[in-house]
Structure formats: structure tokens, C-alpha cells
Antibody
Framework: QVQLVESGGGVVQPGRSLRLSCVTS????????MHWVRQAPGKGLEWVAVIYYDGSNKYYADSVKGRFTISRDNSKSTLYLQMNSLTAEDAAVYYC?????????WGQGLLVTVSS | EIVLTQSPATLSLSPGERATLSCRAS??????LAWYQQKPGQAPRLLIY???NRATGIPARFSGSGSGTDFTLTISSLEPEDFAVYYC??????????FGQGTKLLIK
């Protein structure tokens, strides 16, 4: 079955960096656009970034543009999110999600805490 | 940016009752609107896409309608497992997706 498993979260100091990974299985990863979506504690959902199926195009929410980088390795069926210059506003559960148009499969979520 | 406003913020109903959730867009999103269900500690689950299409495995008691700026998610007869938070999502301004703030469906 379709599985998306995130890793790499944790506690990080403000201004530091963190890299999230999302290992997928059960579908042809290289055929799908992939996204990161986040949810601050007790808050709603916020789309963060998308990458085309072949990695040729990437787009970001204004709130993370210039600080976050989405990438993928189709040979490993893995999605990444490099997060730099983290602030308290970036603290959230981060989900990887599959979908060229809508997010039709999600990982279990990964907590990122930004604290000194 | 397209803003999605969901109402009500909280809805208290009993199992077996009909639930009607609303999502209003600040400008037209055509039919490019989806609904998600999220239970505590879980990832969201796609229920409805493109206004009225049920996602794979979603029961027929869930239906969506609307167009332009006004959309509705209807649950015809609530089951105990339906009590959750529901979000709408627009993709008209792809890739600049926006979610509504959510409606919490509580057991009365």
C-alpha cells in the first residue's frame, strides 16, 4: 500500500537548519508531484512547497521562500525539505504529501520545535 | 491570495444527524476545491476533490457541492467516526494552495 514516512524532525535553535526526509513506497514516486504541508500546534494547515515529478520546477509559500528548499531523489523514492534560518514561526508538524493537484496521500507527520 | 472562510467554526451534532459545513472563497475558485478530514494525532485525509468527487474509499454519506465562491460539505447521517476537524482547500491559484481555518465537528 501507499506509504510515506518522514524523518529528521526534532528540536533546533532559532537561526539553525534542519533537513527533513520522506521515504515513500507503494507507488511510482517519479510520476507524482510532491508537497510539504505544515501545521503549527493547535492551528490549521499551511501548504509549504511543491516539486514537480521530475524535479524540474519548485514553488514555495511566501512564508518560507528563500529559506527552505524542496528536493527529491527519484532513484530513492525520497523527498526532502532543507530548512534554513528557522524561527519560532516555523515550529509545526510537517507532513509530506503526494499529489499533482490535490494531496491524496500523507505521511504521519514530523514535529519540528524551534527553541533556544 | 485567495482566502477561504469556513463556517461554523464549531458544529455540535448527534450521530444520525445531517451535517452541513460551509466554505466561502474571497474570489472565485471555479470548481477547484477539496475537503479534508483530520482526526487528533492523524494526518488529514482527502474526502472530496473538485467540489463533488469522492476520493477513493470515501463513504457515500459524504458529498460536496457548490461553485464559484460558495461550497458545502454534507454528511448525510453522522457516524461516530465522523467527528473530527474538516478543512477546505483551493487549488485555483496553483501552486499557491490555501486552506480554510477548519470546522470542528463535535458530538452533542
Amino acid at each position: 500500500q501507499v506509504q510515506l514516512v518522514e524523518s529528521g524532525g526534532g528540536v533546533v535553535q532559532p537561526g539553525r537548519s534542519l533537513r527533513l526526509s520522506c521515504v515513500t513506497s507503494g507507488f511510482t514516486f517519479s510520476s507524482y508531484g510532491m508537497h510539504w504541508v505544515r501545521q503549527a500546534p493547535g492551528k490549521g494547515l499551511e501548504w509549504v512547497a511543491v516539486i514537480y515529478y521530475d524535479g524540474s520546477n519548485k514553488y514555495y509559500a511566501d512564508s518560507v521562500k528563500g529559506r527552505f528548499t524542496i528536493s527529491r531523489d527519484n532513484s530513492k523514492s525520497t523527498l526532502y525539505l532543507q530548512m534554513n534560518s528557522l524561527t519560532a514561526e516555523d515550529a509545526a508538524v510537517y507532513y509530506c504529501a503526494r499529489g499533482s493537484y490535490y494531496f491524496d496521500a500523507w505521511g504521519q507527520g514530523l514535529l519540528v520545535t524551534v527553541s533556544s | 491570495e485567495i482566502v477561504l472562510t469556513q463556517s461554523p467554526a464549531t458544529l455540535s451534532l448527534s450521530p444520525g444527524e445531517r451535517a452541513t459545513l460551509s466554505c466561502r472563497a474571497s474570489q472565485t475558485v471555479s470548481r477547484y476545491l477539496a475537503w479534508y478530514q483530520q482526526k487528533p494525532g492523524q494526518a488529514p485525509r482527502l474526502l472530496i476533490y473538485d467540489t463533488s468527487n469522492r476520493a477513493t474509499g470515501i463513504p457515500a454519506r459524504f458529498s460536496g457541492s457548490g461553485s464559484g465562491t460558495d461550497f458545502t460539505l454534507t454528511i448525510s447521517s453522522l457516524e461516530p467516526e465522523d467527528f473530527a476537524v474538516y478543512y477546505c482547500l483551493q487549488r485555483t491559484m496553483w501552486p499557491m494552495y490555501t486552506f480554510g481555518q477548519g470546522t470542528k465537528l463535535l458530538i452533542k
